[in-house]
């Protein structure tokens, strides 16, 4: 049972980038899937939820109408594009599965020109 993070990187601002959020070892499709982010000295925070099927979507205001979540339960895995990245979106970028407190390593996201 595991969550595998890929897709971060060094981007400047104003770019994008995808994560993914491969799934294993259990039904991924039935389960809503969650993006957290740390940035260094801070504590964790959340950035969006999606439900199992993707008809429920939610995001914290501070990448409302920059960031997107989504899934593709075909092949067990969670997305998060960013767009019009700032630095302060610089963190380790988690997924998660909430209510089996499923986590992750993170993948690294830094924003600098």
């Known amino acids: 049972v595991q969550l595998v993070e890929s897709g971060g990187g060094l981007v400047q601002p104003g770019g994008s980038l995808r994560l993914s959020c491969a799934a294993s070892?259990?039904?991924?499709?039935?389960?809503?899937m969650s993006w957290h982010r740390q940035a260094p000295g801070k504590a964790r925070e959340w950035v969006a939820t999606i439900s199992d099927r993707g008809r429920t979507i939610t995001y914290a205001d501070s990448v409302k109408g920059r960031f997107t979540i989504s899934r593709d339960n075909a092949v067990n895995t969670g997305y998060l594009q960013m767009n019009s990245l700032k630095p302060e979106d610089t963190a380790v970028y988690y997924c998660?599965?909430?209510?089996?407190?499923?986590w992750g390593q993170g993948t690294q996201v830094t924003v600098s020109s």
């Open positions: 070892g259990f039904t991924f499709s039935n389960y809503r």
């Open positions: 998660q599965i909430p209510s089996r407190d499923l």
